[in-house]
Nanobody, 111 residues
Framework: VQLVESGGGLVQPGGSLRLSCAAS????????MFWYRQAPGKERELVAG????????NYADSVKGRFTISRDNDKNTVYLQMNNLKSEDTAVYYC?????WGQGTQVTVSA
């Protein structure tokens, strides 16, 4: 099983990034997928989750209205579109599925 995140980087406040997580080694379309994040000195927290079909999804209150999770079951990939980024969104972002974690991608929001 492999989960490989990409798309992180340095962005100014108010900017946008799109994270991707490419999955392999399991039947992607049968599993809910999740994005988590961990800021320095803080516990890892759930950011968003999405159902198998890409329909129902849920979000942490801190990102509602700014982040959108989506998936492409043909490409075995889950995405996190992040808009209107704030400094407090700075963290390492991880995807999770089938009980496995990716290696994480750093997102830094700074002027």
């Amino acid at each position: 099983v492999q989960l490989v995140e990409s798309g992180g980087g340095l962005v100014q406040p108010g900017g946008s990034l799109r994270l991707s997580c490419a999955a392999s080694g399991f039947t992607f379309s049968k599993y809910y997928m999740f994005w988590y994040r961990q800021a320095p000195g803080k516990e890892r927290e759930l950011v968003a989750g999405i159902s198998t079909s890409g329909g129902p999804s849920n979000y942490a209150d801190s990102v509602k209205g700014r982040f959108t999770i989506s998936r492409d079951n043909d490409k075995n990939t889950v995405y996190l579109q992040m808009n209107n980024l704030k400094s407090e969104d700075t963290a390492v972002y991880y995807c999770k599925g089938f009980g496995y974690w990716g290696q994480g991608t750093q997102v830094t929001v700074s002027a």
